[in-house]
């Protein structure tokens, strides 16, 4: 996959009939979404049939399950993610045709044409940020449009078309997508090497940062002072002339935060922004969360929003789908689910989740994203497994990859156990929840960790957790 680099993109409504290909993805069917409510005709396709396609459909977008030439009908612009390989028949089609191919982040472009630009960017916790500024925007009555990588869980909508003047985006750095926005406020939540697949080296995917922050159209950068690499990113930036706002707890920040409290689920902390003092509450965990919310305050109030209002946004936040996702409770054993993908991201969600199992153990399900994040990244990996009491380890979702050989999720499993973790090493993926559910006691919480299709774990092993499970039963087994 290459580095996309930015292109010219006409108003929506030039667009004519637009096609998307993968469609079904919380990104792409956002923006389908919003592209059909501005009066567009809409069409999309993808591999599999699933609820984001009937919901497509119930809105007027005809879809289609599986690839095909003839899909594209009378399409004069076709949408691909950059998942989509150059054979695609229906991508092949359109070039055939010479009809218009935008990148997905060329076609949110397109959407924000008119509006104030917050470009959520950072190596973890864009889309809880993007959530959270979202919500705490609307709820301090921007009323802003808004494309989130994941579903909010409160209304299980990725996508809005607001009435306000300010467009929120989740703004992916993975393959240069984020230097695509027309970006105002730009918010960076940290740096840390990641996608080299992409950028090659550290030193390549740090500059598309600078490259980010830097350009014409941004006003402010919002950055976390506590993160290292997005400390010395605001460093850079505020010698080139953009004006730099920081969040975090040391002395340094505009937005500060203090005396932290978690429980259970739950997150508080002081927050102080000059003059303006008040308690943060969030229902979501960890202090990673307190930093996305920090973020998400200060492009509030850099667009001028009430600073009580806004914190009452931050308490409603109920969080985005495959964020520390609450999947089920059966047997006494509580299932969470998360996207956690990066060794920093997994060490984040495995501090968490400490902090709400209690007296029972933490069981960890970890799949490995890409063999070359895996090759990378296989002791980093294996480090933050040995957080949890279990590990249990599957092999690796190569999703755009190809397999390697040599490389599968037993890499990782052997590095979880030179950290001094307890591994089980469950090669296919539809034996975990069976294996899951007889290491699991009465008090455990499990969580399922990856960026693939681990996600459906989970619910299955709700299933096979009945309501007579005891501890004394999963204990002996």
């Not at 092949?92 to 472009?109: K, W």
């Not at 802003?144 to 929120?168: K, N, R, T, W």
Request: proline share 4%.
């Amino acid at each position: 996959m290459a580095l996309r680099e930015p292109v010219e993109v006409a108003a929506p409504e030039q667009l004519g009939p637009i096609h998307f290909i993968a469609i079904g993805g919380a990104g792409m069917s956002g923006i389908a979404q919003l592209f059909r409510q501005r009066g567009s005709q809409v069409s999309g396709s993808d591999q599999v049939d699933s609820a984001a396609l009937r919901q497509l459909a119930t809105q007027g977008i005809q879809t289609h399950v599986g690839h095909d030439a003839d899909q594209l009908g009378q399409a004069s612009t076709v949408v691909v993610s950059s998942a989509i390989r150059d054979d695609n028949p229906e991508l092949v089609e359109a070039r055939a045709r010479g009809l218009t191919v935008l990148h997905r982040s060329a076609a949110l472009a397109a959407l924000m044409t008119g509006h104030r630009g917050v470009s959520i960017a950072g190596t973890h916790g864009k889309t809880t940020t993007t959530g959270m500024t979202a919500v705490m925007l609307d709820v301090a009555g921007a009323d802003p449009s808004y494309v989130i990588g994941s579903p909010l869980a409160s209304s299980g909508v990725s996508a809005h078309l607001g009435g306000g003047d300010v467009f929120v985006v989740e703004a992916d750095e993975s393959d240069g997508s984020f230097l695509q926005y027309p970006t105002e406020v730009a918010v960076v939540t940290n740096v840390e090497a990641d996608h080299l697949d992409n950028w090659d080296t550290p030193e390549a995917y740090y500059a598309g940062f600078v490259r980010f922050a830097t350009q014409p159209s941004v006003r402010v950068l919002v950055v976390n002072s506590d993160d290292a690499g997005a400390a010395e990113l605001a460093t850079m930036v505020e010698a080139r002339g953009t004006r730099v706002v920081r969040y975090g707890t040391g002395d340094e920040a505009d937005v500060r935060l203090s005396e932290m409290d978690f429980e259970g689920t739950h997150a508080s902390a002081r927050l102080q922004c000059g003059s303006s003092d008040g308690r943060i509450e969030l229902k979501v965990p960890g202090r990673y969360n307190l930093e996305n919310a920090a973020a998400a305050y200060a492009a509030g109030r850099e667009l001028g929003l009430d600073h009580d209002r806004l914190l009452a946004g931050a308490a409603s936040f109920t969080g985005t789908l495959r964020r520390f996702q609450l999947v089920g409770e059966r047997g006494g054993v509580r299932v969470y689910d998360d996207y956690a993908h990066h060794p920093s991201e997994l060490r984040a969600a495995l501090t968490a989740a400490r902090r709400a199992v209690g007296a029972g153990r933490l069981i960890a399900c970890f799949q490995p994203h890409l063999y070359s994040r895996t090759v990378e990244f296989a002791d980093d990996f294996g480090q933050a497994l040995a957080l949890a009491d279990v590990a249990v380890v599957t092999d690796v979702y190569g999703a755009r990859e190809d397999p390697v050989p040599g490389v599968s999720g037993q890499l990782v499993a052997d590095a979880a156990r030179a950290a001094g973790a307890q591994v089980h090493y469950v090669a296919d993926k539809r034996d975990l929840p069976a294996a899951l559910a007889d290491l699991a006691a009465d008090g455990d919480l499990v969580m399922t960790l990856g960026a693939g299709d681990v996600t459906i774990v989970g619910p299955l092993l709700v299933d096979q957790l009945g309501p007579s499970a005891t501890t004394s039963e999963r204990a002996g087994s």
